[in-house]
């Protein structure tokens, strides 16, 4: 039987590389790397130059054993026939014995096995540290998601009391109005009853004196004048009758004075500190440029440590490498660059004013079409997820169409985001693409002519799952006008916004964490942002309105905290 091994989740069969039958696999050659069958061993690969010098190990150990590499067969890149015989630590290369004799005598000489042996168990010990750094993320994972767990419940416990203490605060107002009510019927009982008692008594009064008025028309009314004049003088006595006197005034029912309910009788949200795992935002100047544009409006740093910076509408695309505290200008292109990335192959792509095909530059420096062909739209954003996979922002103005288009290696549109599920818009006028691990998707959208804008987040299905508008203190008099958007190596998503210098700093979800005052370490007008291999920031800035300056600064900045 033939041995097997595992191709795609199925065993299919090892057939002996020297006969091709199906005898069992027995053996292995290190020297020639072919399995063998118990017959080949013997009467073929026995018959191979020098096999008797070959380590030849059974079935049994494959996978076990480590081969062991030949020091002795290095040839030198320098002089054809010789082979390297020793390390050089001083110029960190492997010698032959002509590159002794004529470049390397007086250097620090090793051994190529010691050598190896030095690399290997350094690289051994940086497998460690990066193990290392694996098991500490899992470590804060494991307290993240602990701090989650205590945050959501900490979260329903303060909705709880909020939702109870709602019930206490409406129980207690309608006991409050109805004490109210209570309290205005009796005063409005005593009133009316005062009131009644006094009509009452004028109405005994007015009885009384109309009787009396009767009784004294009858008297007059008597023929016998002995008798008038007997009792005229009681008669006059009994109409001397005095007035009723009642109140004068009566105590009203009182008004109602509506009053105001406020923070104090509901209750307010207090900050209860802050998780174990605060943010602390730090932000130092590395390096800063002087250069002579009147704005940096896009940044793409090039593994080579060169940078591409474009002015946009002011029509200057350059590629700088810094030098000290100056950038050397190693090439120049007259253009209007809407946006601009590099990709991981050093492949830079650009969005030119009027063009629906994303441009190119060549090796050899040439400005060429590139296979990205964005029509109907005009792209502006370009975000690179990988050499294989580009983001675009595009619109048409004519149109009044806007999208967010994913393309492959070929140029093929494999994504088009335009509407939501009710057919609606997404975008105004993507502007800036950035991407998180976890798949959204961060778009600056421009609203206004006006440059006010939102981020909108999409979700891996296309919808928004969010949307981030500014923040209410730092925006209250200045709208919230993001220019440009990045994610930082610690996932976070930093943005820039216009006429505040404030970077916003939200989490991938799209969440505001945090934001910081460029201001506060000495930049002012910040536009355009990239971070570059290292982990460095580049901050590109603008100028004050109104100032004609050319003289637009590059920072390169150390971060911690996002």
Known sequence: MASSEVVGGCQVPVNCKLCKTDRQIQWKCIDCSILMCDYCKDNVHSQFKNALDHKIIKREEIGLHTEELDFTNIKCDEHAGQFSCLYCNTCEVLVCPTCFAKVHKKHDLNEISDEYKVKVERLKKGQNKMQKNISNMNAKKDE???????????????????????????????????????????????????????????????????????????????????????????????????ELQTKTSFRSSPKFVPGNINQSHIGSLQDDGNLSAEIHISLVINNEYQTELEIIANVSPCLDQSIWLSSGSYKVLQRVKPEDINLKVISKFDIKVNGLAVTPSHQLFLSIKGKTRLQQVSSSGELTDS???????????????????????????????????????????????????????????????????????????????????????????????????????????????????????????????LDTDILHILNNNGHLISYFNTKDIGIEFPYSLAFNTTGQLYIGCTRAGGSQTKEAKLYEINIAGF
């Open 144 to 242: 993240f998601n602990k701090l989650m767990s205590a945050e959501n419940s900490k979260y329903a416990c303060v909705r709880l009391d909020i939702l109870m203490h709602e019930k206490t605060v409406k129980e207690q107002v309608e006991k409050y109005f109805k004490d109210l009510l209570n309290k205005l019927d009796q005063s409005h009982e005593t009133v009316l009853t005062t009131v009644k008692s006094d009509l009452n008594a004028i109405s005994i009064f007015t009885n009384q004196t109309k009787d009396k008025i009767n009784e004294v028309q009858d008297f007059i009314d008597i023929s016998n004048a002995t008798d008038f004049f007997k009792w005229v003088k009681q008669m006059e006595k009994s109409t001397e009758i005095r």
């Open 371 to 497: 296979v990205y062909d964005l029509t109907p739209y005009l792209p502006n954003a370009i975000h690179v997820v990988s050499d294989n996979k580009l983001i675009v922002g595009a619109y048409n103005n004519k149109l009044k169409r806007s999208a967010v288009v994913i393309m492959n290696k070929k140029g093929d549109k494999e994504t088009v985001y335009e509407h939501n599920k009710h057919n609606q818009p997404l975008f105004n006028n993507p502007r800036c693409i950035t991407t998180t691990t976890n798949g959204n998707i961060h778009v600056v959208d421009k609203i206004t002519d006006v440059c006010s804008g939102k981020v909108v987040i999409l979700g891996q299905d296309g919808n928004i799952i969010d949307q981030y508008t500014g923040h209410s203190t730092i925006n209250k008099i200045k709208p919230f006008t993001p220019v440009n958007i990045v994610t930082s190596p610690s996932d976070n998503v930093v943005m820039t916004d």
